[in-house]
């Protein structure tokens, strides 16, 4: 492992000053130092690698609110196998500094909400509906549905735009595939922001369908523990994915709609109202069951149980900020924490008030300010 610590940042308060390299400036040690002493970091190329400190005479303060709603200036479908098309956008500045948005699930799809994280008068943002997910096609589809397809597809949208290196941001599932992505091609990332982070490894799936969250939440673990005969609840994954496939539809939807809402009613920490209701929507419960239940039955189609651990080396020159929610049930900060030490380059923002949702009011918030370090990066030539 690096000798180098491990930064880490607890949230607490509302506006939080930054430094890009060097010590990480809590609340309490701005009151020791001057402020010619704050830090910034200045990228030497394209991609936000090498990092050295200059000091600055001023302390930023960096936006932490949501951007205004804002509509695609371009979306199209892009044909990614003999199977699947794919449906991408694009909003915010044609020219900008672009970032791929990659959704969770898998099955989750995008919504028009995951622009709100990036300055459109700077960032080209992409967003893009994976593999069987919101209007991509064919709907909920398993077939020809793996990690490694979709790391290809995010490969084949970034040619089709012709970008020749973006910036990759992705929560829940997203981080995994963004880890995924950016360990197979990681000369086209110019910076990572990873949130609620998810690596497939068995000590995850077991957390949240074995037992673990189900502490936490047993209310509505018994609704998605009781859909299951007792003789097939050794394993849930397996139980669900039987139903998930099932000839029958009616099956397959009822299933669906039980397994979403276990994860929807887990997913704040204050329960969501609006948020569990999605497990009532047919098509969006069919494709997000279905597609996770595949993967998380395939372990991720990852060689091995810590494999985006082992690869982390191909990664460390990225500059990446993590954003993870104390609380997170459905994610919980083991798996952030063991991912910084093995990689503590990265800085790890903890939100002390969160769950796994980006929606929440400090993990969003954590969210927008990580782009605006990068943004601040680039405009001080930095990318």
């Known amino acids: 492992m690096n000798s180098i610590a491990p930064r880490t940042v607890t949230s607490f308060v509302s506006t939080r000053f930054f430094s890009l390299s060097g010590p990480i400036l809590s609340p309490s040690s701005l009151s ?138 992705g929560g829940s599932w997203g981080s995994t595939l963004a880890l995924a992505y950016s360990q197979s091609h990681p000369d086209k990332v110019t910076g990572l922001i990873l949130r609620g982070i998810f690596m497939l490894r068995k000590k995850e799936l077991d957390w949240f369908y074995q037992g673990g969250a189900s502490a936490i939440y047993p209310d509505a673990w018994e609704m998605f523990r009781d859909f299951i005969p007792e003789d097939e609840r050794d394993d849930f994954i397996v139980a669900y994915h039987k139903r998930l496939t099932s000839p029958d539809t009616s099956v397959q939807v009822a299933a669906a709609k039980i397994w979403t809402k276990w994860e929807m009613m887990t997913a704040q920490l204050v329960q969501n109202k609006d948020n569990i209701l999605r497990g009532e929507d047919d098509k969006f419960s069919l494709a997000f069951a279905r597609i996770e239940n595949h993967y998380f039955l395939n372990k991720g189609f990852l060689p091995t149980d810590s494999y985006l651990l082992e690869n982390v080396d191909k990664i460390r020159h990225i500059k990446a900020v993590i954003v993870q929610g104390r609380y997170d049930v459905c994610c919980p900060m083991m798996s952030a924490w063991d991912l910084h030490k093995a990689w503590p380059e990265a800085e790890l923002n903890i939100i002390q008030d969160a769950g796994h949702s980006a929606n929440e009011v400090g993990t969003s918030a954590e969210l927008v300010a990580a782009n605006e370090k990068f943004k601040h990066l680039v405009l001080n030539g930095g990318a």
């Open 32 to 169: 020791l130092k001057p402020l010619s002493e704050k830090y910034k970091l200045f990228g030497q190329s394209k991609g936000l690698r090498s990092t050295s400190a200059q000091p600055i005479k001023a302390v930023m303060e960096l936006n932490r609110n949501l951007y205004p709603q804002i509509e695609p200036y371009s979306s199209g479908f892009l044909k990614v196998s003999d199977i699947h098309t794919i449906y991408w956008e694009q909003s915010g500045k044609p020219d900008g500094h672009p970032v791929v948005f990659l959704h969770g699930g898998p099955g989750a799809g995008t919504s028009p909400s995951n622009r709100k994280v990036f300055d459109p008068t700077f960032y080209r943002i992409i967003l893009f509906d994976q593999r069987g997910a919101g209007k991509s096609t064919p709907h909920a589809c398993l077939e020809q549905n793996t990690t490694w397809d979709l790391v290809e597809d995010i490969e084949k949208l970034r040619k089709h735009l012709e970008i020749p290196e973006w910036q990759v941001f």
